[in-house]
T-cell receptor
Framework: DAMVIQNPRYQVTQFGKPVTLSCSQT?????MYWYQQKSSQAPKLLFH???????NEADTPDNFQSRRPNTSFCFLDIRSPGLGDAAMYLC??????????????FGNGTRLTVT | AQSVTQLGSHVSVSEGALVLLRCNYS??????LFWYVQYPNQGLQLLLK??????LVKGINGFEAEFKKSETSFHLTKPSAHMSDAAEYFC???????????FGKGTHLIIQP
């Protein structure tokens, strides 16, 4: 089945130690998104790629970076994780930008713990 | 800019009873509206969406929602709750362009046996 796959499901990192979360998709969608979801809160968009075009949300901390080496893969890099970065990180894709009513397809998320 | 307000962070209903989850939105342009469901430790799954056309939208698992422009609402309903409906439900809106989805804070649906 075509899908969005996030690895790992659970990630533990130490305070200040760089960590990378990965996302792959078999849907051949143009757009890939990274959302941060803290406990009992709504998902918050960090950034998205439309093809190779990177779009950062204005309030996304510089500590968060992303790479999209090809259509299928997208990575979230947290350069120096703080305790406040502990959250569920959700990757999503859409065929086109959501403004064209293209729905998001989500992965199952990676739950990041910072010790 | 768009925003979404979901009334009630927790809603509890009995199995077999009507489910009503409320969502109001604000948008400066004609909105596209979505409902997503999230089960524990999983990603979000699309339940239904409204783009244009018929204002009553049917989704998966027996859910439906009605777009009411005059009330700026997009409430989610299901005639008869099932235990498997227990989950977190998010309403979301987008107004077009590259601004992505804006989610509400979510409503946790609890089903009482």
């Amino acid at each position: 089945d075509a899908m969005v796959i996030q690895n790992p499901r659970y990630q533990v990192t130490q305070f200040g130690k760089p960590v990378t979360l990965s996302c792959s998709q078999t849907l051949n969608h143009n757009v890939m998104y990274w959302y941060q979801q803290k406990s009992s809160q709504a998902p918050k968009l960090l950034f998205h790629y439309y093809d190779k075009d990177f779009n950062n949300e204005a309030d996304t901390p510089d500590n968060f970076q992303s790479r999209r080496p090809n259509t299928s893969f997208c990575f979230l890099d947290i350069r120096s994780p703080g305790l406040g970065d502990a959250a569920m990180y959700l990757c999503a894709t859409s065929r086109d930008r959501t403004g064209t009513n293209s729905p998001l397809h989500f992965g199952n998320g990676t739950r990041l713990t910072v010790t | 800019a768009q925003s979404v307000t979901q009334l009630g962070s927790h809603v509890s209903v009995s199995e077999g009873a009507l489910v009503l989850l409320r969502c109001n939105y604000s948008s400066s342009v004609p909105p596209y509206l979505f409902w997503y469901v999230q089960y524990p430790n999983q990603g979000l799954q699309l339940l239904l969406k409204y783009t244009t056309g018929a204002t009553l939208v049917k989704g998966i698992n027996g859910f439906e929602a009605e777009f009411k422009k005059s009330e700026t609402s997009f409430h989610l309903t299901k005639p008869s709750a099932h235990m498997s409906d227990a989950a977190e439900y998010f309403c979301a809106v987008t107004g077009g362009g590259a601004d992505g989805l804006t989610f509400g804070k979510g409503t946790h649906l609890i089903i009482q046996p």
